[in-house]
């Protein structure tokens, strides 16, 4: 500071030196003093030099000061530089900081000390329906109608989160959201949002089968024991006593085949997709297929001969590539449902064909029942039956077509189902061309 004060004291030196020197007639102070008043004029006018530039402190423009305000242009310069830096450094973390709230799978919204909404990434957006910058400084209650939210916001305290059905998305299913506040800062609140509708639904799924499976266990069980209490305590003759113990193997078998489909489910969830490794030979197995359904046929009528008219084309793929086993399993499960499904004197035609892609086409079709419209996107659902009782009479337990999509997508395919009411049903199960050899 005290050096811009410089040039006052080189002007009275320099007015001094001349007046004294070149000037004989000039009195020395005087000279000093003109020289001082030269001074003060060069500094207010360097002075307001500064002023301007600091109004715009680009670099450029210092070389327009001189001397020692060129010294403290450059210094100050230097410290606004530095500030810059540090503010720029600062907004960065604070970019990073929100980016890296954005990426976060929950909603998070930061409410202002009455509730309004300061801030929200476009989770919480879309959790609820809400829009940026549109519904800033908005108070939530107004915007998240919930009233088990409303009464929750009004609580003090809120060490448990809520959930809370929103309307949802625009293709109409509901949405469960599961919303937590915690305090922050001078009386400001957090709000996460976490969309919990996968966990409501496998909850519920899971209580449903377990309470499915109750129930198909129960039954059977029940029938057991009464035949048990009835073997106990009536005297029966021989004859009696065999066809109780027909009946009660019936029944255990039922049970058999409802667990061994339980644990094929639970083995096809928990094990890997079957590798490409192993190929599989088409012909022997629809011949096996073939003569497994003749079987079929023939029992369900309690004939000697099979009661449909079973055509199996010749295969137009001989080999594919995946699990034996499963896919035994999948076909079998199509064609005995055709078989139990159609009354005597149906068709049931099975064929083999290649896509014009190059995968395969397992077919089945019958000239069964049929299968309304409606019921078609839940046949392969767990338990799932259109005809209860002629599913139970048959063997069925309501499994079948569950295993087979499970075993059809673990293979990379599909299962299509076309059906009319009256006029049959087609079930096909689809294998892409890297699959097939
Ligand atoms: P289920 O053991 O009861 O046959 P599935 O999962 O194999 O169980 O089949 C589910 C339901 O789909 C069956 O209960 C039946 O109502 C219906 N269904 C399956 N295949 C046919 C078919 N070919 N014709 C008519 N209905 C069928």
Redesign the pocket.
């Known amino acids: 500071m005290w050096s811009a004060l410089f040039p006052l004291g080189w002007g009275a030196l320099v007015g001094a030196l001349i007046s004294r020197f070149a000037h004989p007639v000039l009195n020395v102070w005087l000279g000093a003093f003109a020289g001082l008043l030269l001074g003060v004029l060069w500094c207010v006018w360097q002075g307001a030099r500064f002023e301007l530039w600091l109004k715009q402190p680009f670099a450029q423009s210092l070389t327009r000061l001189r001397g020692p305000w060129r010294e403290l242009g450059e210094r100050a310069y230097r410290q606004l530089r530095l500030r810059e830096q540090q503010a720029s450094a600062q907004e960065q973390r604070l970019q990073d900081f929100l980016s890296a709230i954005q990426a976060s799978p929950n909603g998070v919204v930061l409410l202002d000390d009455e509730g309004k909404i300061e801030w929200m990434n476009q989770t919480a957006c879309d959790h609820l329906g809400l829009q940026m910058p549109r519904d800033l400084q908005q108070h939530i209650v107004h915007l998240v109608r919930a009233p088990a939210f409303t009464k929750y916001f009004a609580q003090d305290q809120h060490d448990q989160e809520i959930q809370i059905d929103t309307p949802g998305t625009s293709w109409g299913q509901s949405r469960h959201l599961s919303m937590h506040l915690h305090h922050y800062g001078q009386g400001k609140e957090l709000m996460l949002t976490r969309d919990v509708t996968a966990l409501v639904l496998a909850d519920a799924m899971r209580r449903d089968f377990v309470a499915n499976v109750s129930h198909e266990i129960r039954t059977p069980l029940t029938v057991l024991a009464g035949f048990v209490e009835t073997l106990q305590s009536l005297p029966l003759d021989a004859a009696e006593t065999a066809r109780y113990l027909e009946l009660m193997s019936v029944q255990a078998s039922r049970m058999q085949t409802l667990v061994a489909d339980l644990l094929t489910l639970s083995q096809l969830e928990g094990s890997p997709a079957p590798s490409a490794q192993e190929l599989v030979e088409l012909v022997p197995m629809l011949q096996q297929l073939e003569s497994d359904a003749q079987s079929l046929s023939a029992v369900q009528a309690h004939k000697d001969v099979p009661v449909h008219r079973l055509v199996f084309e010749v295969p137009q793929v001989q080999h594919v590539q995946g699990s034996r086993h499963e896919l035994f399993s999948a076909f079998s ?1 199509l064609v005995s ?2 078989v ?3 009354p005597e004197g149906g068709v049931i035609r099975v064929s083999v064909r290649l896509t014009p892609e190059g995968g395969m086409n397992f077919s089945v079709q ?1 000239t ?4 309304a419209p409606e019921h078609l996107p839940r ?2 659902e767990r338990f ?5 009782s ?2 139970r009479e048959t063997g ?7 295993i087979t999509k499970h075993v059809i997508q673990r293979h990379g395919g599909s299962l299509n189902i076309e ?1 009319q009411l009256g006029k049959g ?1 087609t ?1 096909s199960l689809y294998l892409p061309v890297s699959r097939v050899r």
């Open positions: 499960n449902n055709a139990r499904y159609t019958d069964g029942p049929g299968i046949l392969s799932y039956r259109v005809d209860r002629r599913s069925g337990t309501g499994l079948g077509l569950a059906s049903s079930f």
